[in-house]
């Protein structure tokens, strides 16, 4: 493996690593926090939460996404095709499940339906950031 092809694995690595850290907390204690504010609370918290959390994650699904296209475009194998789709799948289940989700909080549409929807099925984006490292570590090593 050449020293760039290296040091693009190395940072793929520490933004998945991000991204799964970062999902697990979320899973575990951001979303299941949401339940226990009255509906005002959650809707002023909410506004609060929203733009700073996408500040964190934005950049870091953006590379990843940059680094996959990548990895598809110019340093093509079946492993970083699968990759890819590993990826894209996160943005998908993002755009078609949880930006809905979140609009309908902003909303203050079906608060506590939205915020139990969120913790139920984030469940689907914590597995597919933690097989995407699980993966990407044996890309890294392969």
Known sequence: MNSVLEHIHSIRITIDFGLVVLIWMVQLIIYPGFTFYKDSDLLKWHKYYLPRISFVVAPLMFIQLAIAIYLSV??????????SLLVLSTWISTFLYFVPLHQKI????DLKISATKLISINWVRTFQWTFIF???????TS
Not at 74 to 83: G, H, R, T
Not at 106 to 109: A, G, L, S, V, Y
Not at 134 to 140: D, H, K, N, T, W
Request: hydrophobic share 55%; proline share 0%; charged share 15%.
């Open 106 to 109: 902003e909303d203050n549409i």
């Open 74 to 83: 110019f340093e093509f194998s079946l492993l970083n095709f699968i990759y």
């Open 134 to 140: 699980i993966y990407g570590l044996f890309l890294f």
